[in-house]
């Protein structure tokens, strides 16, 4: 089973929404700084977790998401499945056409997996990992950066004027 890069942008991209809800709506460029995706693709990410309710958009100047709900209430198995991400572990999409448009000996197996992996996300929430100390680490580190990053463009701004 192999999560890809959809899935895992989108979980990346909700929890810097939640650990920064509370300075009010969050831009996409600066989710896109911190965590390195591309702005264009979060804004497709965004597109489909805004059509599943788990984002609203602010519209204006100081716009951008915030959570629909609290982050201890947005499950991480829905952001995955917002964004149609499979968490399929079988070779034939849980179709059961495995082997010849038969079911292959293991297909019961992965499927369980399948099951168990699903069942396993819509168990931890955003806020869950959000009072993880480890994650609260990297979030301080990254909006060190960021700040780092701002005042450099404000020296430079500032020197070339």
Request: charged share 25%.
């Amino acid at each position: 089973m192999k999560l890809t890069t959809k899935g895992r942008y989108a979980v990346t991209a909700m929890l810097d929404l939640a650990l920064h809800a509370t300075e009010g709506p969050v831009s996409l460029a600066d989710i896109s700084a911190r965590q390195e995706i591309s702005l264009s693709y979060l804004e497709q990410l965004f597109s489909r977790l805004r059509r599943h309710s788990l984002v609203i958009s602010v519209r204006g100047p100081g716009g951008g998401y915030r959570l629909s709900r609290s982050a201890d209430e947005v499950f991480i198995a829905e952001v995955v499945d917002a964004v149609s991400e499979s968490l399929d572990t079988t070779r034939c999409g849980n179709k059961g056409d495995c082997q010849n448009g038969e079911k292959c000996l293991t297909h019961h197996l992965w499927s369980d997996l399948s099951d168990r992996i699903h069942n396993f996300l819509s168990e931890i929430s955003l806020g869950d990992l959000m009072r993880k100390r480890e994650i609260r680490n990297v979030a301080d580190r990254q909006n060190q950066k960021q700040s780092e990053a701002v005042n450099t463009r404000r020296l430079i701004d500032q020197a070339s004027a």
